[in-house]
């Protein structure tokens, strides 16, 4: 089974539950660290960021800043890694409650957020500051499914735009290999 028909079936099993999100996290995993998500540099970062910010047919554009506190899914349902043998990125995929809940992060947090919608999915294009790290990055797509597009299609949809986002970074082509972990 390829990564194709595991998110296929994965959504299938969530698309219909109004209570969950599917949200796709790039980052790298390692067995000692687990997932890594905010190992973006800040030149990568920004080209996807300019890539984004210059398509022009997006269905809505919104800048979000967030002080202090951030939000996080109260509960994560079910979750897939995709570790690639030829990317410097992987993969998260979580099924997420919609619901979300504040976390105080410091006083000094600031998390900066451009949401980018378009049909299926959004992007989100994170950058957090703290007083300990300054810039960090990170970079999210949540799938956004109607009842009358298929599971397979928006499997297939949504993997071609995580390898948009990844040859945004590093030219690593569209025949990525990818293994469950």
């Known amino acids: 089974m390829n990564i194709s028909d595991k998110l296929s079936d994965l959504i299938k099993t969530y698309r219909c539950n109004n209570k969950y999100e599917i949200i796709f ?16 540099s800040k030149e990568n970062f920004n080209k996807i960021y300019k890539t984004l910010d210059t398509y022009n047919s997006w269905d809505s554009v919104v800048d979000e800043t967030d002080e202090i506190y951030s939000d996080v899914p109260e509960k994560v349902i079910d979750t897939i890694i995709f570790k690639s043998e030829s990317s410097p990125y992987d ?15 410091n006083n000094d947090y600031v998390e900066h ?69």
Not at 25 to 40: A, C, Q, S
Not at 91 to 105: A, D, G, M, Q, W
Not at 145 to 157: G, I, N, R
């Open 25 to 40: 996290t790039l980052g790298k995993y390692t067995d000692d660290f687990g997932f890594e998500d905010h190992l973006f």
């Open 113 to 181: 957020v451009t949401i980018y919608s378009r049909k299926h999915h959004v992007y989100k294009a994170i950058s957090i500051d703290t007083e300990f790290s300054e810039n960090f990055f990170k970079f999210v797509i949540k799938l956004v499914p109607d009842k009358k597009t298929s599971d397979k299609y928006l499997a297939d949809s949504s993997i071609l735009k995580v390898l948009d986002i990844l040859n945004m970074c590093e030219n690593v082509g569209k025949d990525i290999k990818f293994t469950k972990i």
């Open 91 to 105: 993969i998260l995929i979580n099924v997420c409650s919609k619901n979300t809940e504040r976390i105080f992060k």
